[in-house]
């Protein structure tokens, strides 16, 4: 397992995933995204110019509504990381292959935190119980 960590966040993710970051130099933010083999992803996103990690998850919600008219979505509240994430679970169809989305967001000390987790349906048996263990391996400094 290799260990990503970075201003009081840190997750274990597989070996055989790749993991690609990025800064945004206007916000002080940055994401990281780590990506299967095939087609499964989680982007996780520290956000230090948001005002509150429901905002976030509402802004992620509006713009995959924008993309995918067909989009099916439920509000989820659940625990990550010993806070509480507020956000939604989403499927789509893109390319005639049902998309499964998962979007969490929750305060750190160092801002809100953007977590998307995305997999088709060729892939979700091997690659969703991935995702699920990254996200479980999830640690925030919350103060």
């Known amino acids: 397992m290799n260990t990503f960590e970075r201003d009081g966040i840190s997750f274990r993710y597989s070996e055989n995933w ?36 429901g905002d976030l998850s509402d802004q992620a919600l509006d713009t995959l509504k924008s993309e995918y008219k067909e989009l099916d979505a439920e509000n989820v509240t659940e625990t990550i990381a010993g806070q509480p994430a507020l956000g939604f679970d989403a499927s789509f169809l893109t390319l005639d292959t049902v998309i499964t989305c998962r979007v969490r967001a929750l305060d750190t000390f160092a801002g809100p935190l953007l977590l998307m987790a995305q997999v088709s349906e060729y892939d979700r048996e091997t690659n969703d119980p991935i995702l699920r263990t990254i996200i479980a391996s999830l640690n925030v400094d919350t103060d």
Do not use: Q
């Not at 095939?38 to 509150?52: C, I, K, Q, Y």
């Open 18 to 53: 790749s993991l690609e970051t990025e800064d945004d130099a206007d916000t002080g933010g940055w994401a990281v995204t780590v990506t299967s083999p095939e087609t499964g992803f989680l982007m996780v996103s520290l956000r230090p110019d948001a005002t509150h990690p």
